[in-house]
């Protein structure tokens, strides 16, 4: 169960747009489409933006949106908010009933 | 609205135990699969453990495999992490999550510091 691999922070501008990834392995993302996208303010709980590599969950706009080739996930965050600056952790089924994270991306609004 | 409430958390020794509980309301309790996830302090999330809607069926992370024990009792709505042998590295916050393969929904977590 290694981690997924997510690079430590990302930015843009306002209205810009933003892509995060997330390298996993055969063994997870790149077998299953159980890609799940977290958004976590400071001192909060995390909040679920995106489930199966690309759907919605109700309320989240769809400035989010996901993708997956192989073993890489990415999350795009198009015109880019204020409120869009947090950290974003990936996560994926990794089989045997496991699920596995990413180290998370700290993306700030310039 | 759906609520999940996590308490028993605390400061203790290495080598100790600690039971962990989530209580569940406004939504079948019974009906869903349920997580734990941690946070140490400063860090990313560390999947832990999950749990199927009727208790039959368990997933651990390797670091705490043979030490942490998922459980739950649907009817009192409630989620357990029976922990035992803690280290310090378990020093975290516990957040409890409903989902399957995705939490839309999570605690505020419980805080269980390890420290000598």
């Known amino acids: 169960q290694s981690a997924l691999t997510q690079p430590p922070s990302a930015s843009g501008s306002p209205g810009q747009s933003v892509t995060i990834s997330c390298t996993g392995s055969?063994?997870?993302?790149?077998?299953?489409?159980?890609v799940s996208w977290y958004q976590q303010h400071p001192g909060r709980a995390p909040k679920l933006m995106i489930y199966e590599v690309n759907k919605w969950p109700s309320g989240v706009p769809d400035r989010f949106s996901g993708s997956k080739s192989g073993n890489t996930a990415s999350l795009t965050v198009s015109g880019l908010q204020a409120e869009d600056e947090a950290d974003y952790y990936c996560s994926s089924y990794a089989g045997r009933n496991t699920l596995v994270f990413g180290g998370g991306t700290k993306l700030t609004v310039l | 609205e759906v609520q999940l409430v996590e308490s028993g958390g605390g400061l203790l020794q290495p080598g100790g135990s600690l039971r962990l509980s989530c209580t569940g309301s406004g939504f079948t309790f019974s009906s869903y699969w349920m997580h734990w996830v941690r946070q140490a302090p400063g860090k990313g999330l560390l999947w832990v453990s999950r749990i199927n809607s009727d208790g039959t069926t368990t997933g651990y992370a390797d670091s705490v495999k043979g030490r942490f024990t998922i459980s739950r009792d649907n009817a009192k709505n409630t989620l357990y992490l029976q922990m035992n042998s803690l280290r310090a590295e378990d020093t975290a916050v516990y957040y409890c999550?409903?989902?399957?393969?995705?939490?839309?929904?999570w605690g505020q977590g419980t805080l269980v510091t390890v420290s000598a």
């Open positions: 999550a409903r989902g399957n393969m995705a939490s839309e929904y």
């Open positions: 055969s063994s997870d993302v790149g077998s299953y489409d159980y």
